[in-house]
């Protein structure tokens, strides 16, 4: 095999390393990826993008390109916000899509994209589904929030004191039996009706700068506990801010996507991780 292609980029700090695959001939294992996304022993990410012709994963996309989204810890997810925008500039500047509006593949279903000329990028994120209401357990405090599902699963807890103060060194627990896949728990606290401030600690991953399904479904529960179901606000994350808007059955995300390096991973090491 030849050398193996990766770069390096993020969305608000939540930050991956994209494998351009097309003809997903790459083997890419879950030890692989931990170690891709190790900061120590690796690259240092949060998750890994494969860049992979959806008639080479045949999961059923009509979309040309699907992104195939892993977490840090290895696990595969069905969408990640932050990562689209990054992917779908990646399509663009590779010269992999001719226009700037097009759709890509997920596990969560085809999204479509619009790549903005200043590096922004929107993306169509799909219904944000209200599914009921769970609990969060950091240290000894329990918050109660509101389920949303983006594609994949988030538990959305509202704070009146402000959420930089919450200690999330320790993965927070959650009922093993409303969300047996896992979920991501966001911590959020309501500035105005169209401004909201987040923090994350993500399935597979743990804390991030940002998330961008996470920021779609703290819009989505802020409507809900509102009594509403449509509106826009911005949501501050500590990577950065980004702006969404939630409708009935569609929502969508708007922020940057920013690329930091690009090159060749050493393959003596690729072939002598776990397979
Ligand atoms: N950071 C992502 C979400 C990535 C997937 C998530 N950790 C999961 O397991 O569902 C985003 O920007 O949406």
């Not at 001719?98 to 969560?108: E, L, P």
Request: with cysteine; net charge negative; hydrophobic share 40%.
């Amino acid at each position: 095999m030849g050398g193996i292609e990766f770069l390096k980029g993020h969305g608000t700090q939540n930050d991956f390393v994209l494998l351009p695959d097309a003809p997903g001939r790459l083997d890419l294992t879950p030890e692989r990826v931990a170690a891709l996304c190790d900061r120590q022993r690796g690259l240092g990410a949060d998750g890994v993008l494969r860049v992979v012709r959806s008639s080479a994963i045949g999961l059923g996309s009509e979309a040309e390109w699907f992104m195939d989204y892993r977490n840090a810890d290895g696990s595969a997810a069905e969408m990640c916000g932050n990562g689209m925008r990054v992917f779908a500039r990646y399509l663009v500047e590779a010269g992999l899509e001719s226009g700037r509006d097009f759709a890509v593949g997920t596990r969560a279903g085809d999204r479509p994209v619009r790549v903005h000329g200043d590096n922004t990028v929107t993306v169509h994120m799909g219904p944000a589904r209200i599914t009921g209401t769970s609990v969060a357990v950091v240290g000894e405090r329990e918050l109660s929030g509101v389920a949303v599902d983006v594609g994949n699963p988030h538990l959305v807890s509202t704070l009146d004191d402000d959420v930089a103060e919450l200690d999330l060194r320790e993965a927070p627990r959650f009922d093993r039996d409303f969300f047996p896949n896992g979920v991501n728990l966001e911590f959020v606290n309501v500035l105005a009706a169209d401004a909201l401030r987040m923090r994350v600690y993500e399935r597979g991953v743990g804390e991030t700068r940002a998330c961008g399904t996470g920021t779609v479904a703290v819009v989505a529960a802020a409507l809900h506990l509102a009594g509403t179901d449509t509106g826009s606000s911005t949501v501050d994350i500590p990577g950065g801010r980004v702006a969404v808007t939630v409708e009935r059955g569609a929502s969508t995300l708007t922020g940057p996507a920013e690329f930091v390096a690009r090159g060749e991973l050493d393959e003596s090491w690729w072939n002598g991780l776990g397979r």
